[in-house]
């Protein structure tokens, strides 16, 4: 990567390359894309959100798996009718 390029590989680079032909476009107006402060929380909403994601998928998965490894073992025998 040179000095002054945009890296597009990742949601940063995509942000703010996209922010800046919005800017291009539209000239000097006011209100038009967004700041950088913007892009960084948007970053931050996509960061956090992917955690949250990623906990509750593990925690799904994981009470899922005791479930069908109870029912298995028989020890789980009302459980068994749920499914």
Not at 13 to 23: A, R, T
Not at 27 to 54: H, P
Request: charged fraction near 25%; glycine fraction near 12%; aromatic fraction near 8%.
């Amino acid at each position: 990567m040179k000095v002054g390029e945009i890296a597009t590989h990742d949601l940063l680079g995509i942000l703010i390359q996209s922010n800046h032909g919005e800017m291009r476009e539209n000239g000097e107006r006011k209100n038009v894309g967004m700041s950088i402060k913007d892009i960084i929380e948007e970053c931050k909403l996509f960061y956090f959100a992917g955690q949250e994601t990623t906990s509750v998928l593990l925690v799904d998965n994981g009470s899922i798996k005791q479930a069908f490894k109870l029912a298995s073992s028989g020890k789980g025998r009302g459980f068994t009718s749920f499914w």
